[in-house]
């Protein structure tokens, strides 16, 4: 398994944009389907975004489709989720994951994803 650590949340107005990123250690990162989550306060774990292994398909919440991308280097072993047109419902601490098994299909549940990143937090004024 790899050990994720999520980096580029912060403070931004309505209609901003931020790029999160999740750098992976110690694991074969190029093999796993990557995944982003969020949790608002009060809320549960909600999934925002997937991409497979290759980085050749992807899943969106229908709350996000059309204003985020996930991507992935797999040369430089890290996860991106670029988030344009931000909203103030888009305030949550964001978490990255990988799948549970190298080389397998990509996940929309949390129990999909067998390793996550301590999160990072992502707040959207109004």
């Known amino acids: 398994q790899v050990e994720l650590a999520e980096s580029g949340g912060g403070l931004v107005q309505a209609g901003g944009s931020l790029r999160l990123s999740c750098a992976a250690y110690g694991g074969t990162f190029s093999r796993y389907p990557m995944g982003w989550f969020r949790q608002a306060p009060g809320k549960a774990l909600d999934f925002v975004s997937s991409?497979?292994?290759?980085?050749?398909?992807?899943y969106y919440a229908d709350s996000v489709k059309g204003r985020f991308t996930i991507s992935r280097d797999n040369i430089k072993n890290t996860l991106y989720l670029q988030m344009n047109n931000l909203k103030p419902e888009d305030t949550a601490v964001y978490y990255c994951?990988?799948?549970?098994?190298?080389?397998?299909?990509?996940?929309?549940?949390?129990?999909?994803?067998?390793?996550w990143g301590q999160g990072t937090q992502v707040t959207v004024s109004s």
């Open positions: 994951a990988a799948g549970l098994m190298p080389l397998g299909a990509m996940g929309r549940e949390v129990r999909d994803f067998g390793s």
């Open positions: 991409i497979s292994w290759s980085g050749g398909g992807t």
